[in-house]
């Protein structure tokens, strides 16, 4: 019978570190900065010096599996293990004993957030709104002023209210020479036959209508055709606003009308739960997302954001996610180029409002924030790490 395993509790000093991820080297400067040793190969973890294992590659089956291995050589070592699904963060303890499952976006997003629009809810942020802000952002937000907007957007509403206004005025012509009305009697029977459908007055229609020449009975048929036409268009542009707004808002909502929202750049991983935690929070999301078919592109949707299914390189795209009335923007895709290039397009569109900006490269972050108009710039990894690091020390 062999030598009774060693407590973990008399373990201490260094740290083993699984992986060649921007997380592992993030955590292996903290651990560093803390004056911990730091190993990287699994054979060291025998070793009664280690004492806690951090697997944090980007692939969590990578991590899981290796994770597995350890545990079954060395069972009572303490396993820090990164992983963004929340479903293997709840059962992995239950195999691996003495675990920590962590997420480097769920722990990221919050400090993104915080930030871009402060520590709280949308009261706290750079730009403090005053109650009255808020109610008119919410009636601007209103199913009833989406409709609007968007049957004011289209041309052929305008064109068709200046049709209705000039049968208006013809059926009031009518009905003053044929029936010698008042100036307010045509005015009301101009109005009332639009309203009905052309047979509001009676003066209109029927016996008196056929004693009269034959002109004003076929003007008073052909506007009553047209009453008949012109209504008929009108309800459909209504009902398909109504539809069309009923649509945004199944999958996001439009971002045209947001005022005092957040623009996120990039629904992967750390864009997705930045969109939750600014939910949770109380602001409105705008996201813009290359793939349609991304992962988390359907999720942010029925968190309530506003997702435009474009690149975040393309300027006019960006015009659509009302940027000028945005309280900041979070640049948050995995590719610092994109990051880069979606941020200096809304500082061009609107240089007042914060950007944050999410780096790979902390050399380029520290510079990047010497630039007018980019609030901060920080690596998910440089976020996480710290957190990582306390829970394999177990601080």
Known sequence: MGEPTQPRGDRSGSVLVVGTSNLAIAVTNELAARGVDVHHQLAAAAHDGVRAAIFCDDDDVANITAAIELHDDVPDLRIVLRSFNSRIQKRLPELLGDCRVLSASLLAAPALCDLAVGIGGPDSGPRRRTWLVRTLDRVRGSDLVAVTRQLWRRQLLRWLLLAMALLMLAQALVAHAAFDYDLQQSVHVGISSIA?????????????????????????????????????????????????????????????????????????????????????????????????????????????????????????????????????????????????????????IAPEVPVVVRCFDPGLAARLERLDGIAASRSVARLAAPAFVDAALDM
Do not use: K
């Open 196 to 348: 009905t459908l052309g047979f509001a007055d009676a003066g209109l229609a029927g016996s008196r209508l056929a004693a009269q020449p034959v002109w004003i009975q076929v003007a008073g048929v052909a506007t009553m055709l047209l009453d008949i036409v012109l209504i008929t268009v009108l309800l459909g542009l209504i009902a398909d606003a109504l539809v069309g707004e009923r649509f945004a808002r199944v999958f996001g909502g439009s971002s045209r009308r947001l005022r005092g929202h957040v623009v996120v750049a990039g629904l992967g991983t750390v864009g997705y739960r930045v969109v939750r935690e600014l939910t949770e929070r109380g602001y409105r999301c705008a996201a813009i997302e290359a793939d349609e078919d991304g992962p988390f592109v359907a999720g942010a949707r029925r968190l309530g954001a506003s997702v435009t299914i474009a690149d975040v390189r393309h300027e006019d795209a960006f015009a659509q996610l009302s940027i000028d009335r945005a309280v900041a923007v979070i640049a948050a895709t995995s590719d610092d180029a994109a990051n880069l290039e979606a941020a200096f397009t809304a500082m061009s």
